[in-house]
């Protein structure tokens, strides 16, 4: 301790150690000449001079003068260490990523307020998600009945272009004002993050990553195309509720149809949950944050025909967004996909006749454009996925349990499974078995997952996740009746 207070005393000349390096008179800001820099004297040394306190700079990281933010030793002296000397012990980082006095929380196996303050943040994360999801649920419903309430739209079920012109500015008010309500009240910080609305990184990029997200969202459609036809196998049909939507096919109706299906989502959607819900959760790990948000992007199409094929189409959008730096470039994936699914249906509603092979032709040719594009762009992105840098790294199954499991976010799970079962068929008993599996499953990772949480002895107990529990158990109990009931009418 006693060499360590001689290395960062105020007053007393510096000691001769080996290795030393003669430092050079330090000129502050306001003009003090003070011979060595020292944090701890604010009247002179106020703030630092990147020209002799530079982590750049080796030639002054030697010991004689602290850290510009902690007062600590800089982490490219030719002294720093890990554990013990010179520093107080609890900003040094050991080999293991853990400080000083994390290791002795590990150690023991108590309480970790660190690992805790970073607990009840990503509950907060749940929490605004889950709300984010019954917002938009909510805002559908009130939706719904506006319609039914106001005479001048009685033509809505009628006319099949008036009615996308009204879905056009009903997507405003259901997506858009949730997620606006959350930017708005965010901290200043996180609506910094928010704000991925800047050009991409370069344009070639965006181009590469354009093709090769639209590749990936056309391959999660031919799976979930694969899931559906095993499910059905065992007798189990899911629906979406758009079978049998009338397509237009005069001009205007066909530019409404595309502003609806393509331009609306690309824009209000991506703002959603590649903008307010992914990005703050960016510091946990960029995987962990494009995963998460897919999760959400899934559970809010709310039908089992479009789940899956929206997660697998979230992990694209994420992981491009990310890589390019920006929110267009997943929004132009986006475009471009559901403008293929436009084209399509307007293809086969004036050429009923036209071979399915079409579809796959296309999607085939689309496909092996976005795999180079995608070699391509690996080879040429500079940018890197960040990893988690927090303390509850060590346990991603608590990260990922804490946020999914939230309160909100659970309601949102089962709303979601009760409107996909609302929508299913099944023949014959074992149809009916396998959704009961499914639902017992479900059931059985959140449960595991709250009482994994309620376990930890690194953090507080939080009444919360015992709110979590009651609603899980409930949920699964209520739609194991959903079940029942539908499937025996």
């Known amino acids: 301790m006693d060499n360590n207070q001689n290395y960062y005393n105020n007053n007393q000349a510096q000691p001769q150690v080996q290795h030393q390096v003669q430092a050079q008179p330090y000129h502050n800001l306001q003009g003090y000449q003070g011979g060595y820099y020292n944090q701890y004297d604010p009247q002179h040394n106020a703030q630092y001079d990147p020209q002799y306190n530079s982590q750049n700079h080796r030639i002054y ?54 690992i805790d303050k970073e607990f009840v943040e990503i509950s907060k994360r749940g929490l605004i998600a889950g709300g984010l999801i019954l917002g938009i649920f909510l805002m559908q419903i009130l939706s719904s009945f506006f319609v039914e309430l106001i005479p001048i739209l009685s033509s809505y079920y009628d006319d099949i272009t008036f009615s996308m012109g009204i879905d056009i500015f009903m997507q405003i008010g259901y997506m858009l004002i949730p997620a606006l309500a959350i930017f708005l009240l965010s901290k200043p910080e996180d609506k910094i993050k928010m704000n991925v609305f800047n050009r991409p990184k370069t344009f070639p990029l965006y181009l590469l990553g354009s093709f090769a997200g639209l590749a990936l969202c056309l391959l999660g459609n031919t799976i979930t195309s694969f899931f559906s036809v095993i499910l059905n196998i065992f007798g189990v049909e899911f629906f979406s509720g758009a079978e049998g939507m009338e397509v237009p096919t005069s001009a205007i109706g066909i530019i409404i149809f595309i502003v609806n299906t393509a331009v609306m989502p690309a824009l209000l959607e991506e703002f959603a949950f590649r903008g307010v819900l992914m990005q703050p959760l960016r510091k946990y790990g960029d995987w962990f944050a494009i995963l ?84 391509v762009f690996r080879l040429k992105c500079p940018i890197r996925m960040k990893k988690d840098a927090t303390a509850m790294n060590k346990n991603k199954s608590l990260k990922i349990g804490t946020f ?59 009444p919360m996740y015992t709110v979590s529990m009651i609603i899980t158990i409930l949920s699964c109990l209520f739609m194991s009746v959903v079940v029942l009931f539908t499937l025996t009418t």
């Open 61 to 114: 990281n030697n010991g004689y003068y602290n850290n510009a933010q902690q007062g600590y030793n800089n982490a490219y002296g030719a002294y720093n260490n890990y554990n013990y000397n010179y520093n107080q012990q609890r900003y040094n980082v050991a080999p293991n990523g853990y400080s000083y006095y994390q290791n002795l929380y590990a150690m023991f196996g108590g309480y970790n307020p660190i």
């Open 404 to 462: 999914i499991t939230s309160p909100t976010m659970i309601v949102s799970f089962f709303f979601a499974l009760f409107m996909s079962v609302s929508l299913a068929e099944t023949t014959g008993l074992f149809g009916l078995l396998i959704l009961f599996v499914l639902l017992c499953v479900a059931g059985f990772l959140l449960i595991r997952w709250i009482r994994a949480i309620q376990k930890q002895k690194t953090i507080k107990q939080k």
């Open 292 to 375: 998460i948000s897919s999760f959400c992007f899934a559970i809010v199409h709310a039908n089992m025909v479009q789940i899956p094929f929206a997660f697998i189409s979230g992990i694209s959008l994420g992981y491009f967004c990310i890589k390019t730096k920006s929110i267009w470039t997943s929004a132009t994936i986006h475009f471009l996909n559901n403008l293929l699914s436009v084209l399509f249906s307007v293809y086969y509603e004036k050429y009923p006749d036209a071979s399915i092979l079409v579809y796959y032709a296309a999607s085939l040719v689309f496909i092996l454009l976005g795999i180079v594009a995608m070699l």
